[in-house]
C-alpha cells in the first residue's frame, strides 16, 4: 500500500486528488495540505512514499519545495500550466498531471509509482537501477554501465554491449542512485564507473575507446578514490 499526502493550494484541487485516492487500489492518502510549510512540517516528522503536489502555488513553487526534500518522496507533479513540464522530469518526477486529469490519467499515474516501488524495493536492488527512459521504466544493472554523458536536458548511459539509454534527469539525481564506491562524477558532463577504466593519461580517462575529461573541481577527489 502507497501512503501519500497532497500539497495544493486549491481545495477543489485536493478534493478532486482525495476522490481519485478513494476510487484507486493500492493508495491510502494521508493527509492533504493547503499550505507548503504545513506539508514540510508533516514530512519532517513522518514519511510517506508519494507526493501529488502542485507546481505553481503563491507561497512557494511546488519545484522548490520538491528540491529541499533530500531524499525525498516520489513526487507526482499536478498543475495546470504545462511548460513546467521539462523541469519537473529533471527533477526524476514519476509523471506530470495536467489538470484537470481524469480517473484513468490519475491511475496510470499511480501505477508508475508502483511499479517504481516495486522495483526498487526487489531483492537485487543494489546491483540494479530503475531508470524511466522513453515514456517507460527500465532497469539496468550497474555492473553494465561504463559511463554517463551529459547532453543539453538528457544523460546518455553508455552500457558495456547493449544499446545506450537517453534518460531525461539531472547529473546529481543520477550519481545519488549509483553505488559511490564504484561511480564517480570526473567532469560537469560525465560520470564514470571505476572498474571500467582503462587507463588514466594527462587528465583523460580511456573506457571502451572512449577518451574522458577530467575536470579541475573533480581532479583530486577522482584521484583520491582511483589510488585507494
Given at each position: 500500500m502507497i501512503t501519500a499526502i497532497a500539497i495544493d493550494d486549491e481545495a477543489p484541487a485536493l478534493k478532486v486528488i482525495e476522490n481519485f485516492c478513494g476510487?484507486?487500489?493500492g493508495i491510502r492518502l494521508e493527509r492533504t495540505f493547503l499550505r507548503p510549510d504545513e506539508a514540510l512540517a508533516y514530512l519532517q516528522a513522518k514519511q510517506v512514499d508519494l507526493l501529488f503536489l502542485d507546481i505553481r502555488m503563491p507561497s512557494q513553487s511546488g519545484l522548490d519545495l520538491y528540491k529541499t526534500l533530500d531524499p525525498?518522496?516520489?513526487?507526482?507533479?499536478?498543475?495546470?500550466?504545462?511548460?513546467?513540464?521539462v523541469?519537473?522530469?529533471?527533477l526524476n518526477a514519476i509523471d506530470y498531471l495536467l489538470k484537470p486529469f481524469t480517473l484513468e490519467r490519475f491511475q496510470q499515474a499511480v501505477n508508475k509509482a508502483t511499479q517504481f516501488l516495486?522495483?526498487?524495493?526487489?531483492?537485487?536492488?543494489?546491483e540494479t537501477l530503475l531508470i524511466k527512459a522513453d515514456y517507460s521504466l527500465s532497469r539496468i544493472r550497474t555492473g553494465d554501465i561504463l559511463f554517463v554523458?551529459?547532453?543539453?536536458d538528457y544523460l546518455k548511459i553508455h552500457q558495456d554491449n547493449k544499446p545506450s539509454l537517453i534518460v531525461r534527469m539531472t547529473m546529481k539525481s543520477l550519481i545519488g542512485m549509483l553505488p559511490p564506491g564504484d561511480f564517480i562524477r570526473t567532469h560537469r558532463s560525465y560520470i564514470v564507473a571505476l572498474r571500467r577504466?582503462?587507463?588514466?593519461?594527462?587528465?583523460?580517462?580511456?573506457i571502451a575507446g572512449r577518451n574522458i575529461p577530467i575536470g579541475n573541481n573533480y581532479e583530486a577527489a577522482f584521484f583520491r578514490q582511483f589510488k585507494a
Open positions: 476510487r484507486t487500489e525525498g518522496p516520489l513526487v507526482i507533479f499536478t498543475t495546470a500550466h504545462s511548460e513546467y513540464a523541469e519537473g522530469f529533471n516495486s522495483f526498487r524495493q526487489s531483492p537485487d536492488q543494489t554523458e551529459a547532453a543539453d577504466i582503462e587507463n588514466v593519461r594527462n587528465r583523460v580517462i580511456s
